[in-house]
């Protein structure tokens, strides 16, 4: 038995002639058919006959085409001939004992063919440098801790010993936020020390990554926000020599071991002594080339012990604690780790730069 014939499928009307009535019915019959089901051999015979004998539906309307008018008969009979085809492979389909709803289509797909990949997203080379440096100061026992990056005016500069109208600070140049002059975008991570330290919780040994923000005009070299990594160890007894070690360390990690070091006298007001420090030229291994403008090393950051004042200013006793600090711009660092000539790269978004970038941390 063939389920789901219409028992209208002889005795054709007479208005079939009408395209729009021959559209309906055979959207009509397609319904049916594309639901009819045939389990046994028997059935699929019984649909043949039914729909593909020489007295079956299709013969039927096939027999319409002469009452449909002159100028729409190419119209009617393409679409019979469509229609004869999908019964046809409906059909076919039954005699394969292919049930209802397992459309043409899907009976096409193969499946020995690879699979669609989905497109894996990539690190941003910011995140990986961040990630490893991360990593190596925690093998020292360093601690991430993060802070605001809308700061006020006290742990961004005073508390870091520049008063008002220190001329230290125009060495940052400042965002303030419009509706409240003592709120700014922080220009450091040195503002996260402050916070730590006013905690109390000593010995601390922490490292601050961050976003920071300066007035500058972008370029090559220089953008308005960019990354850094503070870090900061107090506790008794904490000498140059430990910041020294520490610093060493770090380097040898990052860039490897024939990497030589050295420290310069600086000035920073929330640091004394105050040094920055420089690596030999990753580019040229130090005999001088464009990116460390021929000196055979380039500068990476700034390091010091922590002012007693700052201490102070964050309620530890200076007699008795002593610590160093440090502070470094991620992208400077990332830019001499891939060789990357322009800074501003890290910001466009580009997939193109940053899908070249692979790390599995
Ligand atoms: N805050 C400094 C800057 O943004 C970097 C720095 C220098 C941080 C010396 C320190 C330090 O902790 O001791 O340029």
């Not at 989905?118 to 026992?141: C, D, W, Y």
């Not at 005016?153 to 125009?170: I, K, V, Y």
């Not at 990554?209 to 370029?219: H, L």
Request: aromatic share 10%.
């Amino acid at each position: 038995m063939v389920y789901g014939l219409s028992t209208m499928v002889y005795g054709l009307s007479p208005y079939l002639c009408a395209m729009e009535q021959l559209l309906a019915q055979i959207d009509q019959y397609k319904k049916e058919i594309k639901e009819s089901i045939a389990n046994t051999k028997e059935e699929v015979e019984e649909f043949r006959i039914k729909y593909l004998g020489s007295k079956g539906l299709v013969k039927t309307i096939m027999g319409e085409m002469k009452n449909v008018a002159v100028a729409q008969k190419k119209e009617a009979g393409q679409l019979l001939n469509d229609f004869k085809i999908f019964v046809e492979e409906r059909f076919d389909e039954l005699k394969g004992g292919s049930q209802p709803n397992a459309t043409t289509k899907a009976a096409a797909i193969d499946l020995s063919l690879p699979g669609t990949s989905e497109a894996m997203g990539t690190r941003h080379p910011i995140s990986i440098v961040q990630n490893k440096i991360i990593s190596i100061f925690s093998r020292l026992g360093f601690a991430v801790a993060e802070g605001p990056e809308i700061e006020d005016d006290w742990h961004n500069f005073s508390a870091l010993n520049l008063p008002e109208n220190h001329p230290a600070r125009d060495m940052q140049d400042t965002f303030y936020i419009s509706t409240n002059p003592d709120w700014l975008l922080r220009t450091h991570t040195s503002s996260v020390q402050i916070r730590e330290m006013q905690k109390g919780r000593l010995p601390l040994r922490i490292i601050c990554p961050g976003r920071v923000y300066r007035n500058e005009t972008i370029s090559a070299r220089a953008h308005c926000f960019f990354n850094q990594v503070e870090g900061l160890y107090i506790a008794e007894n904490v000498s140059f020599a430990d910041l020294k070690q520490t610093l060493y360390f770090f380097v040898q990690e990052m860039f490897g071991t024939a990497v030589k070091v050295r420290f310069r006298p600086s000035y920073f007001p929330f640091t004394e002594p105050s040094a920055e420090m420089d690596i030999s030229c990753l580019i040229c291994g130090g005999t001088g080339c464009n990116v460390c403008k021929k000196t055979g090393w380039v500068e990476i950051l700034g390091c010091g012990m922590v002012h007693p004042k700052v201490l102070e200013n964050c309620g530890i006793d200076s007699n008795k604690y002593t610590g160093f600090a440090f502070g470094m711009g991620i992208e400077r660092i990332t830019m001499l780790s891939y060789q990357v000539k322009d800074l501003r790269l890290f910001s466009e978004n580009d997939t193109r730069f940053l899908n070249q970038f692979v790390s599995v941390t």
